[in-house]
């Protein structure tokens, strides 16, 4: 019977684990549990979504601070477009967090960045491109396109002296999606050099409408992996989505899939960046408690916690202290829903917003608990201490669980 183990994912000359541990912003996926993939010869993945934020947190900087001091005379407005990034902050702020990292990285295996694309950032290309190239700059193994794929991010960074060496990958949910992509990047002479391919049961953003239950992951996979045959394209595919044993996985990697992404059983580790209580209400979750809902803001279905603080929170748009969803003309659904609220109840000093949520401050606080559809086994993969609480995994104990388990058996800590 195979394991894990017995595959390798070849990127290139590079032969890594077929392990990759999925981006999980804001700072959910950290540094450490990043170099810990990496350490074991997989491929870990840092966030570049509100990195400001994080480098405050982290590295003691003054980024929302100064931003947010910056534009207080805008706080009170319901228009938020004159609020804008300084290019020259978030390049410092990625290189702070991906040269510090990169700096701690030991072993065989990468540490990748998922850049979130849907961060328009109130200036979508500009930003984008800064973000994309100070990561290249300070040493990245890797960037990983995610949610809201923007057709034309290789073309940002085609001028990169890395552009060739350093390895990008697209995360797509449907054929057409990738087509679109290899339509669009092909000027560039540059394929991606994987593909992931997330499914219905994924943490975070979904790439499906809320019919995604009707979407099978295997099947998406499948019909991948058939047109590229045609095309006689060989690019690595790794799906996503629900893959939770390492029995999961080996099916995936027996089909022909290079290897598989995963991050939902890493959301209970120490390494992880969701505070220790939050964890906790990971691994209580029951099926039932589980979601996928429209709150957020960009407009893709997201699935979280039904007891996620995030929901129903009407706090004021807090676009001044970080503003990372504005479009390109300033504006957020999220925006719009408060004000709607306001309009509604003139003499109500809080309101309720149920249709859509300020995701930047909750992400921020860890109060938006995103999670895959699996979130109520993680009950399984553990133990329960004696004061009730589950007792937190090492990902070097979930990452290796996936490497050796067979018949799809789940290994408790000691
Ligand atoms: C807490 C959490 C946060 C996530 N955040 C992101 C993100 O910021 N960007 C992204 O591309 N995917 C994100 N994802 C998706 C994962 O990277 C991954 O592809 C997916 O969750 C894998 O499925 P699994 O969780 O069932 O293993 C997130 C997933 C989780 C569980």
């Not at 099947?219 to 690595?236: F, K, S």
């Not at 099916?251 to 991050?263: D, H, K, T, W, Y």
């Not at 938006?368 to 990902?395: E, F, I, P, Q, V």
């Amino acid at each position: 019977m195979k394991r894990v183990d017995d595959f390798r994912l070849r990127l290139g000359a590079d032969e890594l684990v077929p392990i990759m541990v999925g981006g999980m912003g804001v700072d959910i996926s950290t540094a450490d549990l990043a170099l810990e993939t990496a350490r074991l010869g997989g491929v870990g993945h840092i966030s570049d979504a509100m990195l400001p934020t994080v480098s405050d947190r982290r590295y003691n900087t003054k980024y929302v601070k100064n931003k947010l001091q910056q534009y207080k005379f805008n706080v009170a407005n319901a228009d938020k477009s004159v609020v804008q990034f300084d290019l020259g902050l978030i390049a410092e702020a990625t290189a702070t967090h991906v040269a510090r990292t990169m700096e701690r990285k030991r072993g065989p295996g990468m540490v990748f960045i998922n850049c979130m694309e849907k961060l328009t950032m109130n200036a979508p290309k500009d930003t984008l491109r800064v973000r994309l190239r100070t990561a290249m700059d300070h040493g990245i193994d890797g960037i990983t396109l995610a949610a809201g794929l923007h057709l034309g991010s290789f073309a940002l960074i085609e001028d990169h002296p890395r552009f060739k060496d350093v390895k990008l990958g697209i995360i797509v949910s449907s054929l057409r999606a990738l087509q679109l992509f290899l339509k669009k990047s092909a000027r560039t002479g540059r394929m991606p050099d994987y593909v992931v391919v997330e499914g219905p049961l994924a943490g975070g953003h979904l790439g499906f409408g809320m019919d995604w239950a009707q979407y099978d992951l295997a099947a998406i996979v499948a019909e991948i992996t058939d047109w590229l045959r045609e095309q006689q394209l060989d690019i690595p595919l790794i799906p996503a989505g629900g893959i939770f044993t390492g029995t999961d996985a080996v099916n995936f990697l027996e089909a022909g899939a290079s290897a598989v992404q995963v991050a939902t059983r890493f959301t209970v580790t120490k390494e992880c960046g969701l505070p220790d209580e939050v964890k906790q209400d990971y691994f209580k979750a029951k099926e039932d408690e589980i979601e996928v809902n429209q709150i957020s803001p960009t407009g893709y279905p997201m699935r979280m916690l039904k007891s996620s603080p995030a929901i129903g929170s009407g706090i004021r748009p807090n676009c001044e202290a970080y503003g990372y969803l504005l479009d390109s003309s300033g504006n957020c659904q999220y925006i719009e829903a408060y004000n709607r609220e306001v309009a509604a109840h003139p003499d109500a000093k809080k309101v309720k917003v149920f249709d859509k949520t300020c995701l930047c401050t909750h992400m921020r606080n860890f109060d938006c608990w995103t999670c895959g559809h699996y979130t109520y086994r993680l009950k399984d993969t553990s133990s329960l201490d004696d004061n009730g609480d589950y007792r937190l995994l090492s990902a070097e104990h979930v990452f290796n669980d996936y490497l050796y388990s067979t018949d799809n058996r789940i290994a408790l800590p000691d």
